[in-house]
């Protein structure tokens, strides 16, 4: 071994292998001599235990045992790789970058993980490490593209098991995938930073480092990320509604809320066990209020009510049994109104039985320090009998308050959206079918999830293309015949419009107003524009990302596959309008993307944690409402739907530990 060998190799073990160290040649040393041992050892041991069955299953145990052990040391130990200076090349422009763009930032063409073969590669760059990215990650191939993936946050968080974390059914840690597993199987990289802007035409990516000390903004860095394909899966924020003092609210979006919550709620339960916290407080340190009835909402208050119920009750002086109240308030006349009418009916009995107040028709006028005033609308009866809608001003004390009310944009998003004329949605990003951003004319941007929404189709506009089309024999009118052709053409083209598309003998017969057994041009403008209004956007769920992530990462996969390069490693500049062969690639996958079929949502059903047991509505009209096995299947979607062995083995173990042993009420 050469002395540069050896160096390397120390100091490998030292800064990067450091802590693995201490395990690993105290394993070897074991695993080589078990070895010499078991061989001389397992005959006389045998004999000698022979004389009894006890002992002979007790060696026999023993034996196996051992082996077990001994092999598993044997095998799980890596080997040692051996490396030279040279082996680690880091590229020279992953160290200096050059300087460019509109802020003359560095831009990182190359990151100090790159691998040679792979700087000629298409850069494809994903910002946002959550349900659409990690689910259009899981979808490629190695070595298709030179991957990076910039977010904030190094892990992937599974959102619809949140609010069990928050009270400690499920450990934080068991909902985190770290990005790097995830990437490390298509090679990719990632960058701890947030995205501050885009630069459309030089195809750069601003982004902000988290910096080296917190308290110094200084410290954080900006620079440039060269994309030729960009994913923007951003996600979204918490809707404010313009109300005042929702910084003494709690918001339930990451592991860090989840943890929070869990503190506060422990401690405030500490409070009032003391002997100088006066009754008033008690009553006030114990209320739990949750601004909206939408699942995150009641979820919340579910899971909140279980721990109380189950473990807070046991340990804590039972004095403050009395004194819990847990209080949703929502604008609606039903909680969980995205559901069909029946669940929500069951959920509100169900919470009623459990003293869980419901508080409907009510919107948050302001929040202060430790109370929520609200509006509340009431009909009442006058003394004549007539009904008058009257509006009552109330408040509710609260020792925490979780803000739920649905999603707004990121700022980032917002940006984003500032600096593209076409995009004129102040809701969300807007897409065309196959998720390339609009006013983006090259498809070399796409967006997905929470921050996006594709658009809608206006049938209206395409009436003439999809009438002539489908009106085969040109009498200016569609028989049912060519009435069925043009639907199944308009949905094959906009796929958003199939679940409007249903029962379509009636459909014909419900617009053929004059019975004239046709539809003329005015009675399909009529139906289209009736369509038109009915089309709403998808709802902003975890189901959708994962399911437009699975969409994009396959046609990613499908384009870099018919766009072979036409060149050979390291022929290419690593940056700028020279890169004419990624170029000219990156065209022919243009071109197949425009026959690629657009994107389909298929909605297999919603689903909501109630208290021990569950409620969800499937597609088919299958529902389920309560019962032990709800519960169950709730937990096997989930469990099925987890990124990782571990996680799933993890969530398994949590709930078993939950059962055995209760809920940590430990504060930490
Ligand atoms: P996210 O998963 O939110 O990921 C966004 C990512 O972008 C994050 O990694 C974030 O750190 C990163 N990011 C943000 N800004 C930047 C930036 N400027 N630069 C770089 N990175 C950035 N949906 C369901 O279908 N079923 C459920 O049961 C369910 N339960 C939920 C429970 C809770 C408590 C919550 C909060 C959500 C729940 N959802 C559920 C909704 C679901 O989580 C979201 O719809 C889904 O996460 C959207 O995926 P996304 O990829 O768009 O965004
Ligand atoms: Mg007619």
Same mark, same amino acid.
């Given at each position: 071994?050469?002395?540069?060998? #050896? ?82 090349? %880091? ?13 003359? !930032? ?16 298409? *850069? ?50 068991? #909902? ?8 490390? *199987? %298509? ?24 910096? =080296? ?23 979204? =924020? ?50 739990? +209020?949750?601004?909206?009835?939408? &699942? ?15 473990? #807070? ?58 109370? +929520? ?7 009442? +009866? ?10 009552? =001003? ?14 707004? &944009? ?73 009435? /069925? ?29 004059? /019975? ?21 956007? !998808? ?103 987890? +990124? ?25």
């Amino acid at each position: 071994m050469t002395p540069k060998a #050896l160096s390397v190799r120390a100091v490998r073990s030292v800064t990067l292998r450091g802590p693995l160290l201490t395990t690993r040649p105290t394993a070897y040393f074991i695993s080589n001599v078990h070895k010499q041992q078991t061989r001389s050892f397992i005959p006389a041991m045998v004999a000698r235990v022979a004389s009894t069955n006890l002992l002979r299953y007790f060696g026999l145990g023993a034996v196996t045992g051992t082996a077990g052990v001994g092999g598993y040391m044997l095998f799980s130990d890596p080997d040692v790789e051996e490396l030279t200076l040279d082996d680690i090349k %880091v590229p020279e422009l992953a160290l200096h970058p050059s300087k460019g763009g509109m802020k003359d !930032l560095p831009i990182v063409t190359n990151n100090i993980d790159d691998t040679s073969d792979e700087i000629d590669k298409p *850069r494809l760059v994903i910002i946002g490490g959550g349900w659409g990215a990690v689910s259009t990650l899981k979808q490629l191939n190695e070595g298709q593209y030179h991957i990076t993936l910039i977010s904030p946050t190094n892990y992937f968080l599974f959102t619809p098991l949140l609010p069990s974390a928050t009270v400690g059914t499920l450990d934080l840690r068991s #909902l985190c995938e770290p990005i790097r597993k995830i990437l490390k *199987r %298509v090679a990719g990289h990632y960058l701890e930073a947030t995205a501050t802007d885009i630069d459309f035409d030089r195809k750069l990516v601003e982004v902000r480092t988290k910096g =080296t000390d917190p308290t110094d903004p200084s410290s954080a860095k900006s620079f440039y990320v060269p994309y030729d394909k960009l994913v923007i899966a951003v996600g979204s =924020t918490s809707q404010t509604h313009g109300v005042d003092g929702l910084e003494h609210t709690y918001q339930l979006k990451t592991i860090l809320d989840a943890r929070a919550m869990k503190r506060k709620v422990l401690d405030n339960f500490e409070k009032a066990s003391l002997p100088t916290t006066s009754p008033e407080e008690r009553k006030q340190l114990l209320s739990f +209020v949750v601004c909206g009835g939408g &699942p995150t909402g009641v979820e919340y208050a579910a899971e909140l009510f279980d721990m109380i119920s189950e473990d #807070l009750g046991n340990v804590f002086p039972k004095v403050l049994r009395n004194e819990v109240s847990v209080t949703i308030i929502q604008s609606r006349d039903h909680i969980l109104n995205t559901f069909e009418a029946g669940i929500s009916k069951y959920v509100e009995k169900r919470f009623s039985r459990e003293h869980v107040n419901v508080v409907t028709n009510s919107r948050v006028q302001h929040i202060e320090p430790t109370k +929520v005033i609200y509006d509340q609308k009431r009909v009442v +009866v006058d003394d004549n009998g007539e009904k008058h809608e009257i509006t009552e =001003t109330k408040e509710v004390e609260f020792g925490l308050c979780l803000w739920s009310t649905g999603i707004a &944009p990121t700022t980032f998003s917002q940006l984003v959206r500032s600096k593209i004329p076409e995009q004129n949605n102040r809701r969300a990003l807007v897409t065309d079918e196959r998720l390339r951003l609009k006013g983006i004319s090259d498809s070399s941007v796409y967006a997905l999830g929470d921050c996006a929404t594709i658009d809608n189709p206006h049938l209206v506009e395409h009436i003439m293309d999809l009438f002539q089309e489908a009106d085969k024999d040109k009498d200016g009118t569609l028989t049912w015949n060519e009435f /069925r052709d043009c639907v199944s053409n308009m949905v094959s083209r906009y796929p958003i419009t199939e679940n409007h598309m249903t029962k379509l003998k009636d459909l014909f017969d419900k617009y053929d107003i004059d /019975r004239s057994g046709t539809l003329d041009m005015d009675e399909m403008r009529q139906m289209l524009s009736d369509i038109d209004k009915k089309m709403t956007s !998808l709802p902003a769920t975890a189901q959708v990302a994962d399911q437009q992530g699975k969409y994009l990462g396959k046609k990613l996969k499908s384009l870099a596959m018919t766009a072979r390069p036409p060149y050979t490693a390291l022929d290419d500049p690593p940056l700028g309008p020279e890169r004419s062969p990624v170029r000219a690639t990156l065209a022919i996958a243009q071109a197949h993307e425009s026959q690629y079929p657009p994107f389909k949502y298929t909605h297999l059903g919603s689903l909501a944690y109630v208290g021990n047991t569950a409620v969800g509505e499937f597609s088919g009209g299958f529902k389920m409402m309560g019962g032990l096995w709800a519960l169950y299947l709730w937990r096997s979607i989930f469990l099925s739907e987890q +990124v990782s062995l571990r996680t799933r083995s993890l969530i398994m173990l949590d709930w078993t530990k939950k059962w055995l042993f209760g809920r940590d009420v430990s504060i930490l």
